[in-house]
């Protein structure tokens, strides 16, 4: 298995566009974690998964924040508009049951 | 709220010395994990301790789970400029959807 893979690495722009991250978990695993990661805050849950249901979103910071499981092998968060303050390290991970977390290398955003 | 203390929050020694580092809690866990992450990737699961008491290692790294299964620690021995990171403890609540809970994590740098 190639591990959780996130697309792309990395991403860069404008205030005010929608961007879009991409996560494709491990086969097999039924959970899916969506992080963000700030020198300030450490990792932050923002949503999570589990059979491709969303259980808990309390962590998304604001409507501008959407993330959608449509099956077992993609995930997306959505952020629209984007605001230089959503900067950061986002990462995907999978598990199954609790078991430990697989994390993807992660896509770095910068919003300027 | 399950909140995880990780101490120290910063480490910096010379190779070949010894360290620990400390992960706390007021609530109890079914069990523990510990991840380290190097610059530019996502955290790779070390060890998980599940039995209170519990003792692991891996090579030069021992980990221990706290009887009342409330705190951890990792102790590292004659560092290496390899073991320099981002370690990070992480709890899970006993929940059938495996959710984490992190600490803050503490950056070890080992100076050859």
């Known amino acids: 298995d190639a591990g959780v893979i996130q697309s792309p690495r990395h991403e860069v722009t404008e205030m005010g566009q929608e961007v879009t991250l991409r996560c494709k978990p491990i086969s097999g695993h039924n959970s899916l974690f969506w992080y963000r990661q700030t020198m300030m805050r450490g990792l932050e849950l923002l949503i999570y998964f589990n059979n491709n249901v969303p259980i808990d979103d309390s962590g998304m910071p604001e409507d501008r924040f959407s993330a959608k499981m449509p099956n077992a092998s993609f995930s997306t968060l959505k952020i629209q508009p984007s605001e230089p303050r959503d900067s950061a390290v986002y990462f995907c991970a999978s598990s199954l049951l609790e078991m430990g977390y697989t994390f993807g290398s992660g896509t770095r955003l910068t919003v300027v | 709220t399950q909140l995880l203390e990780q101490s120290p929050q910063f480490l910096s020694i010379q190779e070949g010395e010894n360290l620990t580092v400390y992960c706390n809690s007021s609530?109890?866990?079914?069990?523990l994990q510990w991840y380290r992450q190097e610059p530019g990737e996502g955290p790779v699961l070390l060890v998980t301790v599940v039995t209170g008491g519990e003792v692991k290692k891996l090579k030069r790294l021992t980990f221990q789970f706290g009887d009342a299964r409330k705190d951890s620690s990792l102790h590292i021995t004659a560092a290496q400029p390899g073991d320099t990171g981002l370690y990070l403890c992480a709890g899970a609540g006993g929940t059938s959807y495996g959710k984490l809970t992190f600490g803050q994590g503490t950056i070890l740098t080992v100076h050859p």
């Open positions: 609530s109890v866990f079914s069990s």
